[in-house]
C-alpha cells in the first residue's frame, strides 16, 4: 500500500530524485536488503554519469585552452625571435628574457581569467540544480577555478618560454 506525503514533506519534483510517491514499505525493505550505502548509490547514480560527463568536457576544454595558448604564445615568440636574439646579443641573461615572455603570457592571461570568473559567477544560477554542498556563487569554488586556469597557462607558457630562451642569437640575426 503506497502512502503518500503531505504536500509540505514531498521533495521537489524539479530535481528528479523522486518521480513518484514514496512507498515506504519499499523504501523500508530496500534499506533491510540493500543497506543505506547501495540505496544512496542508486538514487546517486544518474546525477553521478551527469557530473562525470560535465568533469569529462571541463577536462577537454581546459586540454584545448593549454593548446591553444601554446600556439599563440609560440606564434608570438617566433614573430619576435630576431628582436629576443638582439636583446640577448645586448647582454640580457636568459632569466630576463625568460621573464619577459612568462610577463606577456600573464597580459594575455589576466584579462581572460577575469572575464571567466565574471562569466561564471554571472552564469551561476543556471547550474544550481546540479551543484551538490557548494553555493552557487561560492568564493572558494571560484577562487580554485580562477587558480587552477592560471597554473595551467603558466604551465603552458613555459614551453615557448624555454624554446625563446634556448634559440641560437646568432642564426636568428642572420635571418
Same mark, same amino acid.
Given at each position: 500500500?503506497?502512502?503518500?506525503?503531505?504536500?509540505?514533506?514531498?521533495?521537489?519534483?524539479?530535481?528528479?530524485?523522486?518521480?513518484?510517491?514514496?512507498?515506504?514499505?519499499?523504501?523500508?525493505?530496500?534499506?533491510?536488503?540493500?543497506? !543505506?550505502?547501495?540505496?544512496?548509490?542508486?538514487?546517486?547514480?544518474?546525477?553521478?554519469?551527469?557530473?562525470?560527463?560535465?568533469?569529462?568536457?571541463?577536462?577537454?576544454?581546459?586540454?584545448?585552452? !593549454?593548446?591553444?595558448? !601554446?600556439?599563440?604564445?609560440?606564434? !608570438?615568440?617566433?614573430?619576435r625571435r630576431r628582436e629576443l636574439a638582439i636583446r640577448a646579443a645586448l647582454g640580457a641573461s636568459p632569466a630576463r628574457l625568460r621573464r619577459d615572455v612568462l610577463s606577456e603570457a600573464a597580459r594575455i592571461v589576466a584579462p581572460a581569467a577575469i572575464i571567466g570568473a565574471l562569466i561564471a559567477a554571472g552564469l551561476a544560477r543556471l547550474v544550481t540544480s546540479l551543484l551538490v554542498e557548494v553555493r552557487p556563487h561560492d568564493p572558494a569554488a571560484l577562487a580554485g577555478a580562477v587558480t587552477v586556469a592560471v597554473f595551467l597557462s603558466v604551465s603552458a607558457a613555459l614551453w615557448p618560454a624555454r624554446r625563446a630562451v634556448s634559440s641560437d642569437a646568432a642564426a636568428a640575426l642572420r635571418d
Open positions: 500500500m503506497q502512502r503518500e506525503l503531505p504536500l509540505c514533506l514531498q521533495p521537489d519534483k524539479s530535481t528528479g530524485i523522486w518521480n513518484e510517491p514514496l512507498d515506504w514499505l519499499d523504501l523500508a525493505t530496500r534499506l533491510e536488503t540493500e543497506g !543505506v550505502t547501495d540505496t544512496v548509490a542508486r538514487e546517486k547514480a544518474p546525477w553521478r554519469f551527469a557530473m562525470r560527463i560535465l568533469t569529462g568536457f571541463g577536462t577537454l576544454a581546459a586540454t584545448l585552452s !593549454v593548446i591553444a595558448l !601554446v600556439g599563440l604564445l609560440s606564434l !608570438v615568440i617566433t614573430l
